[in-house]
C-alpha cells in the first residue's frame, strides 16, 4: 500500500492508500480546518513532503483547481 506525503499551502499530511494520487488528494480536502490555506498545486510524492522548490522530476504536481472540481468543491 502506498504512503503519500501530500502537501499544498499549510495542509500537510500523509496518507496510506491503495487510491492514486488525484483520489487520495480529494480525500484529503476533508481534512481542511478553518486555519489551513492552500497553494497552486498540490505536490504527492512517496519519500516526503515536498513544495515548488523541492519537487523532484516524479513529484506528483496536480492543480488544486483540479482536484477541487473532482471532489465537487467550489472554488472560491
Same mark, same amino acid.
Given at each position: 500500500?502506498?504512503?503519500?506525503?501530500?502537501?499544498?499551502?499549510?495542509?500537510?499530511?500523509?496518507?496510506?492508500?491503495?487510491? +492514486?494520487?488525484?483520489? /487520495?488528494?480529494? #480525500?484529503?480536502?476533508?481534512?481542511?480546518? !478553518? $486555519?489551513?490555506?492552500?497553494?497552486?498545486?498540490?505536490?504527492?510524492?512517496?519519500?516526503?513532503?515536498? +513544495?515548488?522548490?523541492? /519537487?523532484?522530476? #516524479?513529484?506528483?504536481?496536480?492543480?488544486? !483547481? $483540479?482536484?477541487?472540481?473532482?471532489?465537487?468543491?467550489?472554488?472560491?
Amino acid at each position: 500500500m502506498p504512503k503519500y506525503y501530500i502537501s499544498s499551502g499549510s495542509l500537510q499530511i500523509i496518507y496510506n492508500t491503495q487510491k +492514486d494520487p488525484i483520489n /487520495a488528494c480529494c #480525500d484529503m480536502l476533508d481534512e481542511l480546518n !478553518e $486555519h489551513d490555506t492552500l497553494d497552486e498545486y498540490f505536490y504527492v510524492d512517496e519519500r516526503g513532503f515536498r +513544495d515548488y522548490v523541492s /519537487a523532484q522530476p #516524479d513529484t506528483r504536481v496536480i492543480e488544486t !483547481e $483540479h482536484i477541487m472540481t473532482l471532489a465537487g468543491w467550489d472554488a472560491e
